[in-house]
């Protein structure tokens, strides 16, 4: 099946540091999605983004679907963006059953 | 638009006892899913109903878990009888699938279980 691998696995920022978070995927896909998993463990949608780039504030993201990576930019970072950042894609065999990466560990300091 | 709900948010049992977990999906989304969250891990799927029909259940053990979502609408999941290794968290999604293919999955709050 398909494998997820996200990069880097923990990350320590200062406070208004700026960051890259990366997802690679095995095969090819037509949907992705970004999650943040806060530290109440609520998963929050952050992007739904199959190919090109999207940004909402603060966070912008990358897919380049051919070359099969996602990439998440986080700007001018605060404390609140700590927590687990997700990648998540299906299988490109179809259905809609959802492979998701082991997550990013974001800590923000103040 | 109110979100996924889920309830309860905890729970905590002893094992060998039964359990359930219950969810409401976002009005209108016709894709339910049921997650499994260890700690320090990804969510995996465990059962996809599209509608009222469960799609995909490869992934739920289906010696104790069973699963059912009557009139395509909430979803109650059981576990009966609970295992210490059951210990997680329960995420509910939910999604609008087009005839596309594309859809966006949304999450609830999860329950958190633990088996003593």
């Known amino acids: 099946g398909i494998q997820v691998e996200q990069s880097p696995p923990d990350l320590i920022l200062q406070e208004g540091a700026n960051s890259t978070l990366r997802c690679n995927f095995s095969d090819s896909v037509n949907n992705l999605q970004w999650f943040h998993q806060n530290p109440w463990g609520q998963l929050i949608n952050l992007f739904y983004?199959?190919?090109g780039t999207k940004q909402n504030g603060r966070l912008s993201a990358t897919t380049v679907a051919t070359e099969r990576y996602s990439l998440l930019y986080i700007s001018s970072s605060q404390t609140t963006d700590s927590g687990v950042y997700f990648c998540?894609?299906?299988?490109?065999?179809?259905?809609?059953?959802?492979?998701f990466g082991a997550g990013t560990r974001l800590f923000v300091k103040a | 638009e109110a979100g996924v709900v889920q309830s309860p948010r905890y729970k905590i049992i002893e094992k060998k006892q039964p359990v359930a977990f219950w969810c409401n999906p976002i009005?209108?989304?016709?894709?339910l899913y049921w997650y499994r969250q260890n700690l320090g891990q990804g969510p995996e799927l465990l059962i996809r109903y599209e509608n009222e029909e469960a799609v995909d259940d490869s992934q739920l053990p289906k010696d104790r878990f069973s699963a059912e979502r009557l009139k395509g609408v909430d979803s109650t999941l059981k576990i009966q009888p609970a295992e210490l290794g059951d210990s997680a968290v329960y995420l509910c999604a939910s999604s609008l699938v087009l005839a596309s293919g594309t859809y966006e999955q949304y999450f609830g709050p999860g329950t958190r279980l633990t088996v003593t």
């Open positions: 009005s209108g989304h016709n894709t």
């Open positions: 998540a894609v299906p299988p490109n065999t179809g259905g809609f059953k959802t492979i």
């Open positions: 983004i199959p190919s």
